[in-house]
């Protein structure tokens, strides 16, 4: 079936450090993918979106990489700040009756001062 | 925040009492989600309106009943709710139900006694 999941529930960094949150997923026709980021007692907020004709894309301090070859995706943060620290999740825009968004279950990034 | 929001931002309730959680969208799109968010779970798709019509109904039981009046607004009527109810409920709203963007709202943090 469709997953999509997250390989490390925690990932805890130094400030200053880059960060690198991994997510796999499993439908080989998904075409867009995006991550999101969800702070404590708030909603999913859109961090960075990549279709699959591309294997990179680069916001402000923020890469997404894209391997379809392995069906793998990453977010990599650079120079890590306190205000980074939340929960991350990648999504896959999969094809059924109608276009969903499948998430995974989350990554925790915990930034240590 | 991002545009959607939901009202009540808590909710309280007994398994014989009769609610409704409210969202609204302020960005003109076409689609309106909801979504379930338990612990230690992905997020859960549980409805799609693409232009008021509910296109996707994820096999959610029918204590749950979404209506989406027009484009703007999307509600959830909740009826003899179950404990393992609780959870944070989501409203989200996208262009349209293609490979798009979906903007969160904050949520709705509902507990079942």
């Known amino acids: 079936g469709e997953s999509v999941g997250l390989h490390l529930p925690t990932l805890s960094v130094q400030e200053g450090d880059n960060s690198i949150i991994n997510c796999a997923y499993s439908?080989?026709?998904?075409?867009?993918f995006i991550w999101y980021k969800q702070e404590s007692g708030k909603g999913p907020q859109f961090i960075i979106d990549?279709?699959?004709?591309?294997d990179k894309r680069q916001g402000q301090r923020v890469t997404v990489l894209l391997n379809k070859t392995v069906k793998h995706l990453s977010l990599q943060i650079a120079a890590t700040q306190p205000g980074d620290s939340a929960v991350y999740f990648c999504?896959?825009?999969?094809?059924?009756?109608?276009?969903?968004?499948?998430f995974g279950s989350g990554t925790r990034l915990l930034v240590r001062p | 925040e991002t545009g959607v929001t939901q009202t009540p931002r808590h909710l309280v309730m007994g398994m014989t009492n009769k609610k409704s959680l409210k969202c609204e969208q302020h960005?003109?799109?076409?689609?309106m989600y909801w979504y379930k968010q338990s612990a230690k779970k992905p997020l859960e798709l549980m409805f799609v309106?693409?232009?008021?019509?509910?296109?996707e109904n994820n096999s959610v039981p029918s204590r749950f009943s979404p209506e989406c009046p027009n484009s703007s607004h999307l509600f959830l009527h909740l009826h003899t709710l179950q404990p393992e109810d609780s959870a944070l409920y989501l409203c989200?709203?996208?262009?349209?139900?293609?490979?798009?963007?979906?903007?969160f709202g904050p949520g709705t943090r509902l507990t079942v006694l």
């Open positions: 989200a709203s996208s262009q349209d139900t293609s490979r798009n963007e979906q903007f």
């Open positions: 439908n080989s026709a998904s075409d867009y």
């Open positions: 990549i279709r699959s004709n591309m």
């Open positions: 999504a896959e825009n999969v094809k059924d009756s109608s276009y969903k968004l499948i």
């Open positions: 960005l003109g799109h076409n689609a």
């Open positions: 309106y693409s232009l008021e019509e509910r296109v």
